[in-house]
């Protein structure tokens, strides 16, 4: 079975500076998905980005962009510029042959003004 | 705007009460799944449907089982309501080919006492 972690279960980061979350997994497979999803207090959770690990160029959306390093098996997110509506637990998850969503811990990330 | 919804947003039971948890999206998804989500542990899989009538188990089955009698109704039975049911029930669909890329409901949170 797959594992997904998250080893920050905490994180924080000025208004407009940049900050880097953690996620390495566990597979066999070759062919898979990578997420974030983002929560906010609101509870409503929000697909942030999506990475084919076929994929070698890390994706991108707007001031959020990932490190995926396919041999190390890591997934990390950078929020660049951050915004007080960054402010969100942060899950990372995979996605294989089984077809369903696995998801790490999660990290709570605060925004500092 | 595509839509999956819960219908308690907050709920109390006694325990040993029988408890439904509702979900209904309108996007016409063929997926429909149930996790509970606990601090520290993340999102963990209770039940999930491809189709109307089908349901398969995931990670953490024991004490619940699920209903789809329709293709936009996916319902939640707690059997028994136990204090260690006490969490957040998160509800999402995708379709068919959807590769992860869920759409989530806002959740309920459940309180057994």
């Known amino acids: 079975a797959q594992t997904v972690t998250q080893s920050q279960p905490e994180m924080s980061v000025q208004e407009a500076e940049t900050v880097t979350l953690s996620c390495t997994y566990d597979?066999?497979?070759?062919?898979?998905?990578l997420f974030w999803y983002k929560q906010p207090p609101s509870r409503q959770m929000i697909l942030v980005i999506r990475?084919?690990?076929?994929?070698?160029q890390n994706a991108t959306e707007n001031r959020f962009s990932v490190n995926f390093q396919k041999a190390a098996k890591s997934f990390s997110l950078k929020i660049s510029d951050s915004q007080l509506g960054d402010a969100a637990m942060y899950f990372c998850a995979y996605w294989g042959s089984a077809r369903q969503l696995t998801f790490g811990s999660g990290t709570q990330l605060t925004v500092l003004p | 705007d595509v839509k999956v919804t819960q219908s308690s947003r907050y709920l109390v039971k006694r325990t040993g009460e029988k408890v439904f948890l509702e979900c209904v999206q309108d996007?016409?998804?063929?997926?429909m799944f149930w996790y509970r989500q606990d601090p520290g542990l993340g999102l963990r899989l209770i039940y999930f449907s491809y189709d109307v009538k089908m349901k398969e188990k995931g990670d953490i089955p024991e004490g619940y089982s699920v209903s789809r009698e329709k293709k936009e109704r996916f319902s939640l039975i707690l059997e028994s309501a136990s204090t260690n049911q006490t969490s957040m029930y998160l509800c999402a669909s995708s379709w068919q080919g959807g590769f992860g890329g869920y759409t989530f409901g806002s959740g309920t949170r459940l309180t057994v006492v």
């Open positions: 996007m016409d998804h063929e997926n």
């Open positions: 597979t066999s497979e070759s062919d898979y998905y």
């Open positions: 990475q084919e690990a076929y994929k070698q």
